[in-house]
C-alpha cells in the first residue's frame, strides 16, 4: 500500500494536472483500495473512489462509493467536482497518523471551489463548498 501511495504522489508530481488529457490518465487512482470500514446508518460502510474527467467543464470529478464489506451499496452517496484549473502538484497531499493514510486534495487556499455533493437515495440532498477534502482513511 505505502509503494502505491508513494508511486501515486509521484505520478501526481511528474505531471502537472492540468495536462491530465484523458480517463486513462487516472486509471492509478482509481486503483486506489478501499478506505477502513466507518460507521454509517443502517449498518458500516468502507469507501471506494473512482476519478473521472468531465472535459466539458474542465472538472476532475471523484465519486465517493459506499458500500457494506459484503458489497451492498449504501443509500447516502457523495461526488466531489473539483475544477481543473485550481489544481497543482502541490493541491495533493498524503497524510499519516498510526497506521492509517488519507490523501488530501486542496484547490487554491483563497478559493472555496471545491464542491460535494451529497445523494441520499438517487437524490441530492445537500451540496457543500470548500477548498479541501480528505480521501480515506486507508491501511
Do not use: C, W
Not at 508511486?7 to 483500495?33: A, C, E, M, R, Y
Not at 498524503?94 to 486534495?105: A, G
Request: hydrophobic residues 40%; negative net charge; without cysteine.
Amino acid at each position: 500500500m505505502k509503494i502505491e501511495i508513494k508511486f501515486l504522489i509521484f505520478i501526481v508530481i511528474g505531471f502537472n494536472i492540468h495536462s491530465i488529457k484523458s480517463q486513462n490518465d487516472l486509471q492509478k487512482f482509481n486503483q486506489l483500495p478501499h478506505t477502513i470500514e466507518v460507521r454509517a446508518p443502517e449498518f458500516n460502510t468502507e469507501k471506494k473512489y473512482f476519478f473521472k474527467m468531465d472535459t466539458i467543464n474542465h472538472s476532475l470529478i471523484i465519486q465517493d462509493l459506499r458500500m457494506s464489506k459484503d458489497g451492498t451499496v449504501h443509500f447516502y452517496q457523495f461526488l466531489h467536482e473539483i475544477p481543473l484549473g485550481e489544481l497543482n502538484s502541490e493541491s495533493f497531499k498524503i497524510q499519516k497518523d498510526f497506521d492509517e493514510i488519507t490523501i488530501d486534495i486542496s484547490s487554491a487556499p483563497d478559493k472555496i471551489s471545491i464542491m460535494t455533493y451529497m445523494f441520499q437515495e438517487g437524490k441530492v440532498s445537500s451540496i457543500q463548498a470548500s477548498n479541501t477534502i480528505s480521501l480515506g482513511k486507508s491501511n
